[in-house]
Structures are given as structure tokens and as C-alpha cells.
């Protein structure tokens, strides 16, 4: 491990596949000659592209803007043979087109088990129930009386990852890191519900339930409820999407992503958990003996390299490469991210740029001048608790292969001479 | 102005608008009794919403995901007579619909002088030339060779709240302050490009230049470009939608929204402005004399109150109420927001929540309890260089009535007992 890799210094010759603008044979330039119908040089316009010579759409054309026609490939992208429906089912992140540490609300992975609740709001309700000294119904008019709060978070399912843990076996980080987002909640702190409420000194545990198809619970503990759990509302400034939980869902920061309930129509207060099916059959972690761990829901660091990636080949052949990722944590910040190019030979330390907030995604960068050889590439997150993320092989000798969730080992992706980057595991 | 206002002390008995729980009279609570066809109660299912009895669209219905169906009125708006046509127009961001400090990309408001341009990515070309020692030229590829940053900033259109100079003349923020959006940027220092070409010793300026049918110009001196400036191709995480540049945008940080080249093209460097349309006849503020000062480009401290306003009255009657709006300088950070209910006898302080960041966003709020009478709302944005808002009244004093651009003076809506807000002047 190197911290005193010398900073980036590419070969300038080689940075630029465009020509060099003498002699100005370039778009949009106005020496071009070229013949008219009449067979006259006009040599201003006729090799103008035609989005400078014609007017475009208005600002009346699109109340709500979409993407340009050429980004039609950045969808959300499902593999049907993962799931028996796409009704309960997940579609995965497009990681390798995004950048920064946004994901735009259109892009979102979805998680749903009785496919997306069309909720209208004016009929929603939210009770609060159980060992309360009021139990109380809130309108979403009487949630937007009550103070609000702006954070954003990572969410995570705790399934992300959970196909590699018998090896390499999706292709692409959307398929295998796919299943996580980041944006801003706008919300009410759960505390001041509850706090309106009034808990009863028995209480210590939560449950809180969607009103989908599925009616979707899951049991939380009180601490966590009173600390930093939102009843949200907005996402990235405007109202959750519907199948992100329009108009409530439970944020739970740090934590699994089947605990931030959507479509949240109660909460229930109680003494116990409820081990209900998604803390039970589901969402536990089957260990090589047979036995499994429950409650595991914080989402330890972990980070992966969304470029180059097996959708996201070097194309431009050797020379300057930034190679970026994005790297998280449910314990608080990420201060630093390794990478390595040779299976983990020498590390070397990435840059994070973007604002470094607690439970959220973080962006980093590694630039470097490729020679043409193939490459080994991974990523290691520190957390700002001083955890490592751990090697796929470390986690196996602990965890075995039973499980599904919580796969947070480092992901390695073998480049070729061509630039094509494969799904490969290294011991 | 008191900094020791008590703090939020809602009366609890008027929280909520909706029943309370005790007797389950719910949404979704299973104890209503119903009449199936057959004549039998059927308790558990008959009085349920349609979302919590019927399955949903499944993960493949939405590759790109879209608001609910209940948020449709959430979208830009322009005034069809502002302007001659819509393809040299504006329209403004629902500001009044929106919360925290991210604008979603599809309702970043529109500004543009020939249309939106569709350009084709892969035929796109920046050209660096003037006074460089090399000129170049950059497709796509390139750009993405050079190291990247992720920041988040406002883009202010300097003739936001333009029409106001004159008196109240626009009933809605999104029409008074809309032309306002926020996001995160990914882009390359221009810098960097500058440096690849090789200043020479005379460069002062660069005059920026899209690909759209306007071809907009607009001259920014050196040190800007060298200090802050992105070549951006991303906002909140995706490409940059076309209507804001897509595929190339220049990011001018704090200074006035046209300087932020749109289908960038080309920078040429020189040594002196280059006195072009956008800031000769247009962009320069016009003063009671008759002279117009030019080079304006600073977009000084702001603020406006969101909720509640004329599109968005109090609909929930006396009691408690979430006072919400945004504040931003292009000057640096907005640490302090004080906001007034009458009219500015007593200030209170605001509660800023979300991340405060250089020449971005911030979100305010101020929480009462309304008793009904009629109210006059203020806010006032305090920067991080000193500077406090002004009222119209001081920014008249100097600057007359004449002017277009630059109106950042205080805003005042008087909300009545019905709880409806209107546009005011007071003095």
C-alpha cells in the first residue's frame, strides 16, 4: 500500500482521440466547403450539425423533462430468471452509467413483493398503535405539520451482492451491486410521532407495515426508531415515487432496505419483535451449519468499481483512464477507498470527491495511464468506525456460502487487452 | 429580531386533522363491517383500498421510472405572454411543490433562446481556441479522460423576480423566484482543459459558445474560468437532461444562469470581452438615469418563502404550520435565514436542515402555531460574507425601476383568516 503514488501525469500525447483543431475541420466550424443545390460553395451553413440550424422544441413542449433520446440504454434493468413473477421481484440500478453521488428518482432499483401500490394520498392514513398512551391516525396534511428534516442516505438491500456468494456469477455492477440508491429524504423524525403518541414505559420494539399487496412488516427496536428513522415524504425535493412508497415511506438509515417500509400505513408499538416473515424465513443469514443469524440489519462498508466494469469497457484503448466507484457504509462516513489494478498487489489510494456524509454513498477516483495490459481491479472502503471492507474469501471462512444477505466482500473485475472487464474472483 | 424565540410548542389538541384511532375506523384496519354480494360480513377485506387488495405493476413496467399519477399538477409552467414564442422563453420550477435542496431534473426550470437542441453525443465536439498554444479538439471520450469533480450548486437566471421590479405583479413563487434549480454537477475543471491547450501570457478572457440554433456567447474572465468552472456532464447523477445542455454544460458557479453555456462547443480564449449580445443589450441593468452597469454577474444573497404562498395557501386552518422556503448566494454559504409573520415588527430566526454548501441550496423553516389572522411573511437570507437581503425599497433606492436582471430584494406574501396568499409590496 502506497499513499505516495505520484499524482496524476498522463501522456499528454496520447489524451485526445478528437483531431487537433488545426485547420479547423471540426463540427460546427465554418470553413467547411461543401455544394448547395444550386451548385454554389456555401461554406457557413452546410456543415453546420442540425441542431445548430434548426430552432428545437419550446419551453410549453415538456412540462416534465425526460432524458435525452440517446441515454435510452440507462434504465433499470431486471433478470427474469431470478424471480418466479415480476410482481415480487427487484430491478437493479444502472451503477456504471451514474456518477456523483445522486441516483435521479427515475433510476431507482425497486424491490416490491405485491408488484407497485397506487396510493392516492388524500385517502392515506398513518396509525400509530400498541403500547401508546393515544393511538393516533395521521392525514398526510396533519405529517406536514410537524417539523421536517433534509438527509440523505444510501439504501441498500441486504440481498445486494447476494448472488456472488458461491462465486463470480453476474456480469455487470448493476446486476451485482445493483440494488442500492441515494438520495435526499425530505421527512418528519419518527421520535416526534411517536413522541405525540406517547410511549408506554413497556415499550421497546416497533413494527411497521406497508399498505401494498403484500403488507410488508418489519420490526424494528426502539432505539433505532427514536434516533434517526424518517416518515418521509420527498425524495431528491419532490414526492416519493410510487414505487419507492408513495406518498410515506419508513427511512432507516444504515440499515437493510426491507426495514425502510413503503407505502407506511402503521406502526404498531410493542414489547417484542414480531418475527414475522421477512425477519424469520427471510432477511436472516444461513450460516455453513445450518444455524442462522437474525436482527444482522446494519449494512457494513462495502464499495465497488462502476467503471470500467463488464458494461462499461475501457474504449478508448491505453493511455488515461479515471476508473471511479462508489463505496457506502451503515456505521457513518467513508474518510478513504483503496483500489488496486493487480488483484492486490499494490494499493493505492483513491480520491473522494463529493460531499462525505454519514450513511451515504461516496464517490471515488482513480486516474491512471493504462499500458494496454490486462488488469485486476478492486476497491476497499474504510469506514469512519475503522472498518475494513473484507475480502469475499475472509467472508466466506465466517459466513460460508448458505446465505443470501449481506455480501459486502470486495468484487474484482478482470480486465483484457481489449478493455473488456469480466465478473472473476481471485484467491 | 429575537434570536431566543421559544421553541416549537404546537398545541398537541390541534395536530391532528385526522381521527383519532380508537374505535379502528381506519383505512386498512380490518375491523369494518361490509356486505359481500353474497350477503355475508366479510371483515377483513371488503373495506380495504384497492392498492392493499390487488397486485401492482411488477419490476419490468417502469425501465425508467416516472411522479405518481396524484402528481401531476407538479411540472414547469411558463406564461405564454412573457415572451413572442415558447422556443425563446422560459419556464419556471414548481419551487412551491419541492423540498430539501435538490431539484429533480425534470423540473429544473427552462431557458432557452432557439429551442432545445437534440444533440447527437457521439457527433459532439468541444474546441478550445484563441490564444492558446495549442488549439484543440475534444469528442466525449476525451472529456471523460480528465479527472472529474461532484459539486452541488444553484443556477440562478439573472432576470429571476425581473418582472417585480415595478411592484407585485406575479401571483406564485414559481413564477416570482422559479427560475432557480439545484443540483449536483459532475464535471472537469475547465481549468484542466485550459491547461491541456497551454494559455498564453496575454489570455484574460474566454468567450463561451453553444451548438444550439442561437449559438449563445458569453465572456468570462480568465480567473473565473481558472477558479471553479466544470465542464459538466452530468446533474444529479445522469446525463444532463437536453433542455439543460445536454451534452455539454458550463458551470459558472454563483454568477448569472445565461453565463452557463448551454451544448458547449467551443471557448475561445482572447484578451478582452467580447461585448456580444447577451451582455450588451441584454444582461446588463439598466439604472434610473439611463446607464447600465455591465459585468453584473455575481447572483447576490436571496431568499424566498415556498410555503406558505399564493399556489400553496394554509389548508389546514389555525394551529401548527411548517413556514418552508430556500435561500442561496453567490457570494458562499447562507448561515443564517431570519423570517417575519408581520411583516417584519418581529423577526425569528429560521431552522436550516440539509447540508450547507458553497453557492448551493439551502432549505429553511419556521415552525408556528397560526391563529388565524392574517399574516405578512418575510424572509430574509444573511450570507457568509456579511451580507444581508435587501428590501426592494434599498435596492430601488440605487438601482431604480428600469432594470430587468438582478432583483434579489425581499419578498412579502400576505396570507388572509381563509389562509390564501397573494403577492404584496409594504413599505
Known sequence: MSDRDPPFRPDRRRLLTGAAAAGGALIGARMAMAQTAAGTPDPAIVNLPPWTRYLGDGVDARPYGMPSQYEAHVVRRHVPWLTADPISSVNFTPLHELDGIITPNGLCFERHHGGIA???????????????????????????????????????????????????????CQYTHGMIHNVMYTGVPLRLLLEEAGLKGSATWILAEGADAAAMTRSIPIEKAMDDCLVAFRMNGEALRPEQGYPLRLVVPGWEGNMWIKWL?????????????????????TL????????????????????????????????????????????????????????????HRARISGPSLDKSMHRFYFEFDWDGRPLLLQSRAHDSTGYVQPTKEALRAIRGENSIYHNNGIQTWAVNEAGEAENVEIS
Chains 1, 2 share one sequence.
Open 288 to 347: 455453513a451449519d445450518g444455524r442462522s443469524r437474525r436482527h444482522t440489519w446494519v449494512m457494513d462498508a462495502k464499495s465497488v468499481i462502476t467503471n470500467p466494469s463488464p458494461q462499461a469497457p475501457i474504449r478508448t484503448g491505453p493511455g488515461p483512464v479515471v476508473l471511479t466507484g462508489v463505496a457506502w457504509s451503515g456505521r457513518g462516513t467513508i474518510p478513504r477507498v483503496d483500489v488496486t489494478l493487480d488483484g492486490g498487489i499494490n494499493w
Open 118 to 172: 397506487e396510493i392516492d394520498p388524500a385517502q392515506h392514513r398513518l396509525m400509530i398503535n400498541g403500547l401508546v398512551h393515544r393511538p393516533l391516525v395521521f392525514t398526510m396534511q396533519d405529517i406536514l405539520r410537524f417539523p421536517r428534516e433534509n438527509r440523505i442516505y444510501f439504501l441498500e438491500c441486504a440481498a445486494n451482492t447476494g448472488m456472488e456468494w458461491a462465486g463470480a456469477q453476474l456480469n455487470g
Open 265 to 285: 400505513r402503521r406502526i404498531e408499538v410493542g414489547d417484542q419483535p414480531w418475527g414475522q416473515r421477512e425477519e424469520t424465513s427471510k432477511y436472516t443469514d
